[in-house]
Structures are given as C-alpha cells and as structure tokens.
T-cell receptor
C-alpha cells in the first residue's frame, strides 16, 4: 500500500523568507496530492492540491511541485507571514482510494 | 451550505465508561472518515465509509472502537470501556467521493479521567 513520508517535522523560518516542505510517496499509482493546513486548535483545511498530469501549480504565495519519477512533491511558501504559522500535512492517493497522510510539519514564522 | 458538524464538542468521561461521538457529514458526500489526533500529533486514520460498501476498519486501534453509518448520513463512533490513552481530539471528515477533498468537522475533544 501507499506510504507517505514528510520532512522536516519542524521548520522555523524568518518572516519574509521562503519555506519548503517535502513529501515522498511509495505507490506509483498515486495521482492526487493535496496539502492541508491546520492552525492551532482548528480543523485541517485544504490549501492547494496537484494531480499527476501537471508538474507545478501556484496560488499566490504558495506552490506545489511534483516529480513523478522520483515520487516526491513539495510545498513552497514564499514571503512568509505570521499567519502562515501552522502544521502542514501532505497526502497522496491513487484513484478511488482514501488519502494517505504524512506525519505533518510544524512551520514557525519568526518575527 | 452547512459544513461537517460533530457533537459533542467536548466530552469528559471516567475511565471504563462508554462514549459515543457523532458526525454529520456534508449532504451528498458519499465518503466519511474518522481520525484521532493526539495533542501535537498527526492524523491517525481510524475508519472510513464509502457509500454502501463495507467500511474500511483497518485503522481501529482495538475492538473497543466501533463505528456505524446509515447510508450516506450520520455516523457514530463508539469507544467502549474508555482508557486514558483514548484522550484525544476525534475528527470526522467527508468527501464527495473517496479520495477527493476532505472537509473536516471541528472535532470532539475527549478527555478520559
């Protein structure tokens, strides 16, 4: 079955700098890769996702890249702001199957 | 429209008691998931329901845990003979189809004393 590994577990960056979180997956049949953000005390919410037919997707300050050959995908946040502080979860899934989740990355934005 | 709702929002129970947690998914969502999230930890998958198919119970940690869902409506997660290690936030999510975007409820914070 699918296995998703996420790194780092904690990431601390200076406000205004960029942050990158990486995930690897094991099942080459996986074709959907979402990223969720969970603020302290809140529920996880989808922030961006990518399907296997594209290599990159952007939405303002966030972007996701996918390397199908290497079976890894990354979340990029540019010009980080205090409100970006949260736990970020990646996930992967083949069609018609549930999401397999990474362990999460706690992102800390230092003022 | 209404999102996923869960009740109760908080539950404090004594060790050994049974508890029942409720989840109301978004109308029309065929898939429903239960997760456990311990303090500062990730999402631990418990069980999911997809339409009328048999549920995937592979994440249930012990036979004290069970869940039911009638059709594509409400689901209940039952924990029997609660233990202190059951203390966590229990999150429910639903999606239009299996593998699609999951919409989470606010969670039920369970404290076993």
């Amino acid at each position: 079955g699918e296995n998703v590994e996420q790194h780092p577990s904690t990431l601390s960056v200076q406000e205004g700098d960029s942050a990158v979180i990486k995930c690897t997956y094991s099942d080459s049949a996986s074709n959907y890769f979402p990223w969720y953000k969970q603020e302290l005390g809140k529920r996880p919410q989808l922030i961006i996702d990518i399907r296997s037919n594209v290599g990159e997707k952007k939405d303002q300050r966030i972007a996701v890249t996918l390397n199908k050959t290497a079976k890894h995908f990354s979340l990029h946040i540019t010009e980080t702001q205090p409100e970006d502080s949260a736990v970020y979860f990646c996930a992967a899934t083949p069609s018609n199957y549930q999401l397999i989740w990474g362990a999460g990355t706690k992102l800390i934005i230092k003022p | 429209g209404a999102g996923v709702s869960q009740s109760p929002s908080n539950k404090v129970t004594e060790k050994g008691k049974d508890v029942e947690l409720r989840c109301d998914p978004i109308s029309g969502h065929t898939a429903l998931y239960w997760y456990r999230q311990r303090l500062g930890q990730g999402l631990e998958f418990l069980i999911y329901f997809q339409g009328n198919s048999a549920p995937d119970k592979s994440g249930l940690p012990s036979d004290r845990f069970s869940a039911e869902r009638t059709g594509e409506s409400v689901s209940t997660l039952t924990i029997q003979r609660t233990q202190q290690e059951d203390s966590a936030v229990y999150l429910c999510a639903s999606s239009l189809v299996i593998g699609g975007e999951q919409y989470f409820g606010p969670g039920t914070r369970l404290t076993v004393t």
